[in-house]
């Protein structure tokens, strides 16, 4: 099967082509690339793209030809136009025709690697979204969250609520816990609907670049800055901007976003003059930011203006009624995205999920049901189908969500590992699967590679 996040290079230049097929291929990134218009579209013809990256100028028919093209195919790729200077105009006019960002060559590789990564982690998670949506039969569900329990049913209240107010929002809450999902909500609720929702993962921008991604810059700002930048508060202008792992954010940074959300005005680097923006900040992280406002890491008055509301989203361990809904979820999702026959959990599988703890939360579930789906050679999912650590808590565990002793005979004087000792182990087993790349594992657990060296109490020399 190809690689979902393979790339089409579209790009007559044969030796500006090469760079950009380069700089992708160290980003881990299948390239395929052509040179002209006809090309690319017998190519999107043939396999399907994550992302397709495309000069606006080329023989025959232009890039316009192309993103026309894109937006036919199945999936449907990210688009990012490339444009030379004195082309702006016509690159606006590709955004509204439905290109998802556009560079002005020479193109910065930085810039590049971010938008792409960016625009290939949108589509993936739209895709996801209107997938899991067309899942639910009856219309069940709140915005792609799904959950009856009452945790949830006060989480979903307190979005609602939320929502009709325009303060800034902090989302708190273990990793794969699903908070770029209740900041989606959030959005979806609001009065801001229609216009944009924007993220950044401040854990996974340069700092050297941060500002630049946040703020924008003009042309000649820094070194490499050869086109202006309008920057995603501006991008957000009217919408939503969700800043995902905001205690990774540098401290001078901190600063400048306090400001920000104080006046809410956005000055370019290199730029002399401010431009207003009208933007709703919703931020969200797993840390403990009043521990990281103790050790000088974190602005204390930027905290309690991001806090004017605060969300903080239940474990999925103390969700115990949503967890058999969810696996049949996610057995139906897997099972319809790989084509797939779809298998309900036996009676004893589905007693140890219901008494592990899901140190990954719902993000775990999914992956153990996946595994499960795919493993499976059975008419249902046996208990050899899942992990060896959700086998050990068949015996002797407690049910998520329940204390000690309700239910479960013995489980009172059973050992109950501390949050560090199971987050640790999980950890570790993700790193065995990712056979110690580092990267990709941090990838996986949905966290920045300078939280996974921290936890691992390891520093990052790279």
């Avoid at 390239?31 to 043939?46: I, K, N, P």
């Avoid at 924008?216 to 930048?229: E, I, L, Q």
């Avoid at 239940?314 to 979820?329: M, W």
């Avoid at 140190?359 to 208990?383: F, H, K």
């Amino acid at each position: 099967m190809t690689n979902p996040e393979s790339v089409l290079v579209v790009e007559d230049d044969r030796g500006h082509r090469d760079l950009l097929v380069e700089e992708l291929r160290e980003a881990g990134h299948g390239v395929v690339a052509v040179g002209s218009a006809e090309e690319a579209m017998q190519a999107l013809g043939q396999q399907p793209f994550g992302l397709v990256v495309s000069d606006l100028r080329l023989p025959g028919e232009d890039g316009f030809r192309v993103l026309e093209a894109t937006r036919e195919a199945v999936p449907e790729p990210g688009f990012i136009m490339l444009t030379g200077f004195g082309t702006i105009d016509q690159a606006v006019a590709a955004l509204k025709a439905g290109a998802d960002d556009f560079l002005t060559k020479p193109v910065d590789l930085d810039h590049l690697r971010l938008a792409a990564d960016r625009v290939i982690e949108a589509r993936r998670l739209k895709a996801e979204v209107r997938q899991y949506r067309e899942l639910l039969a009856a219309g069940e569900g709140f915005h792609g969250m799904q959950g009856n329990s009452p945790a949830m049913l006060r989480l979903f209240d307190l979005i609602r609520r939320i929502a009709a107010s325009d303060g800034s929002v902090l989302i708190t809450g273990e990793s794969g816990t699903g908070k770029e999902l209740v900041a989606r909500a959030l959005h979806a609720e609001s009065a801001r609907r229609d216009g944009p929702f924007v993220a950044l993962n401040c854990a996974g921008i340069p700092e050297s670049l941060l500002e630049s991604e946040l703020l924008g810059h003009v042309a000649g700002a820094f070194s490499g800055a050869r086109g202006a930048r309008r920057g995603l508060f501006r991008e957000a202008d009217g919408g939503t901007l969700f800043l995902d792992e905001i205690a990774e954010m540098p401290v001078a940074m901190q600063s400048k976003l306090l400001r920000l959300l104080q006046d809410g005005r956005v000055r370019p680097v290199g730029g002399n003059e401010e431009v207003d923006t009208d933007v709703r900040i919703v931020a969200a992280t797993h840390q403990d930011i009043p521990g990281r406002i103790a050790q000088g890491e974190f602005r204390e008055d930027l905290y309690y203006r991001l806090e004017t509301f605060r969300i903080e989203i239940p474990p999925l361990r103390d969700r115990g009624e949503d967890i058999e809904r969810l696996a049949l979820q996610f057995l139906r999702q897997h099972a319809l995205a790989h084509g797939l026959p779809e298998r309900r959990p036996s009676p004893e599988a589905m007693r140890a999920l219901l008494h592990y703890a899901f140190p990954g939360n719902v993000r775990e579930l999914s992956s153990l049901m996946e595994r499960a789906a795919t493993l499976s050679s059975g008419d249902q999912i046996e208990l050899r189908d899942l992990p060896e650590r959700v086998h050990a808590s068949a015996s002797g565990g407690t049910s998520a969500g329940m204390p000690p002793g309700d239910g479960v005979p013995g489980a009172r004087d059973a050992h109950w590992p501390s949050l560090a000792e199971l987050e640790t182990d999980y950890i570790q087993r993700v790193l065995e699967h990712c056979e110690g790349n580092k990267q990709r594992a941090a990838r996986m657990l949905g966290i920045g590679r300078k939280t996974l060296y921290r936890r691992l109490g390891e520093s990052d020399t790279n």
